[in-house]
């Protein structure tokens, strides 16, 4: 029963390291989308896939690319990190692309120095 | 685009009183606006949602209303409990975009013994 599973859990990179955020999901839910959190600034969308095979950007998709690589998984790719790009990065899914109820992954806390 | 805006970014109440966090929208094709609480280290979880269909939607001791008209969307809290305290989160989307919420910068609500 474990819904969302995102990792790391935490990381620290230097300016111009690359990463990639994993997230997978056990309810068979076809949509799948990545937030980041600031203080003050509530979650902001960075990409989402509303299938397998397919990705489209949200509100601050810069510096980052994603994949839906299954109908589980969903990553999100830091090229070359700048510091702009410390934050909190939530993984959520929904059953489908209506008015639905998302379910959130625990978060992943990335500092970059 | 939408714009979600929300206050006040931090309440501090008695245990048993209520509160009441209040959301702004600019979007009037905006016809979804749930709300989600973040509990320490964890992702957010949707609490209540509401449609643009109903004016006041009720569960246990929390409520929201809305006011197409005004733009604006309240959650109530009411006999709050010390597990209140949190960070809410108020949202909003169009449905015909598909799920995607703008969220609002949040508010953390403590609820003092």
């Known amino acids: 029963n474990a819904g969302v599973t995102q990792t790391p859990k935490f990381q620290v990179l230097k300016t111009g390291q690359s990463m990639t955020l994993q997230c997978a999901q056990d309810?068979?839910?076809?949509?799948m989308y990545w937030y980041r959190q600031d203080p003050g600034m509530g979650l902001r969308l960075i990409y989402y896939?509303?299938?397998?095979?397919?990705?489209d950007k949200g509100e601050v998709p810069n510096g980052y690319n994603v994949s839906r690589l299954n109908k589980r998984e969903f990553s999100l790719r830091l090229e070359s990190a700048a510091p702009s790009q410390t934050s909190v990065y939530f993984c959520?899914?929904?059953?489908?692309?209506?008015?639905?109820?998302?379910?959130f992954g625990s978060g992943t806390q990335l500092s970059v120095l | 685009g939408e714009n979600v805006e929300q206050h006040p970014s931090t309440l501090s109440v008695q245990e048993g009183d209520s509160a009441v966090i209040k959301c702004t929208y600019s979007d009037s094709a905006s016809n979804y606006f749930p709300w989600y609480k973040q509990e320490l280290g964890k992702g957010p979880q949707l609490i209540i949602d509401?449609?643009?269909?109903?004016g006041e939607k009720k569960d246990q001791r929390i409520a929201v209303t809305l006011n197409k008209t005004a733009k604006h969307f309240s959650l109530h809290i009411t006999e709050t409990q010390p597990e209140d305290s949190a960070v809410y989160f108020c949202a909003a989307s169009i449905r015909s975009a598909g799920n995607k919420l703008t969220f609002g910068g949040g508010t953390r609500v403590l609820v003092k013994p």
């Open positions: 509401i449609r643009s269909n109903v």
């Open positions: 896939s509303v299938s397998e095979g397919t990705t």
């Open positions: 309810m068979n839910h076809n949509s």
């Open positions: 959520a899914s929904s059953e489908g692309t209506g008015d639905e109820k998302l379910f």
